[in-house]
Nanobody, 115 residues
């Protein structure tokens, strides 16, 4: 059974930081590309950050220079360090594991940034 469990969300003031973590089980973690997505109310889910099996990373323009994605294949975890948070970062953040056409999703964790 595949499980992706996110943690680390919460309420933070603008300018603050949060670190999200996703623990994966039931998959061969190292062969999956890992991503963090977010969905704000009334908006489509968007890819925030991606880290491939080869540790190549990519970010949506709005978070470049503020967010950092990392993975630990020994612990089967992927983290998202979020600094200089803005109210527009408020969303439910989802962890995803992808390989080819197959994608597994976590249940999401709420991040709320107050102004």
């Amino acid at each position: 059974q595949v499980q992706l469990v996110e943690s680390g969300g919460g309420l933070v003031q603008a300018g603050g930081s949060l670190r999200l973590s996703c623990a994966a089980s039931g998959i061969s973690f190292s062969i999956y590309n890992m991503g963090w997505y977010r969905q704000a109310p009334g908006k489509q889910r968007e890819l925030v950050a991606l880290i491939t099996t080869g540790r190549w990373t990519n970010y949506v323009d709005s978070v470049k220079g503020r967010f950092t994605i990392s993975r630990d294949n020994a612990k089967n975890t992927v983290d998202l360090q979020m600094n200089s948070l803005k109210p527009e970062d408020t969303a439910v953040y989802y962890c995803a594991a992808s390989r080819g056409s197959l994608t597994y999703w976590g249940q999401g964790t709420q991040v709320t940034v107050s102004s």
